[in-house]
């Protein structure tokens, strides 16, 4: 879940609200053997969350669990990453030039711009 402008504000449109991947895992006493397969992309952008050569999570569970990101908080942030992105990955036309990082248009945008959903108080915290 993403972040955005507020602690207690989500954006939810697009692939925001449809986005699962393994993320959580356990890792016993062979962690320095771990690797994360290198990807084409300089930086290695676009790598994969889990090592590749991690044993024993060959069926992943969806979970009810949420990870907030908290990169997506702040404009100047999401500029300045859309920018990074932009420079390492230019002309990227099956990401639709990454146009959803920033604003509510492009193909992985909302349908009809954004969408957000709200926290209740209760559940968000201060990053102070």
């Known amino acids: 879940m993403y972040f955005w402008d507020k602690l207690n504000k989500i954006r939810y449109d697009g ?15 062979d962690s320095p053997k771990l690797r994360i397969k290198e990807s ?23 979970s009810s669990a949420k990870i ?8 100047n ?27 509510p248009d492009g193909k992985f945008s909302g349908k009809h711009g954004y969408y957000f959903k709200k926290i209740p108080n209760e559940l968000t915290y201060d990053l102070s």
């Open 15 to 29: 692939i925001y609200g449809k986005t699962w991947q393994s993320r959580l895992l356990k890792i016993d006493n």
């Open 40 to 62: 084409n992309y300089s930086g290695n952008l676009h790598c994969g969350s889990i090592p590749s050569s991690l044993s024993g999570f060959d069926f992943p569970v969806k």
């Open 68 to 75: 907030f990101h908290c990169a997506s908080l702040d404009n």
């Open 77 to 103: 942030v999401r500029q300045r990453k859309y920018n990074w992105y932009r420079t390492m990955d230019p002309d990227n036309n099956m990401t639709d030039n990454y146009k959803h990082m920033i604003g």
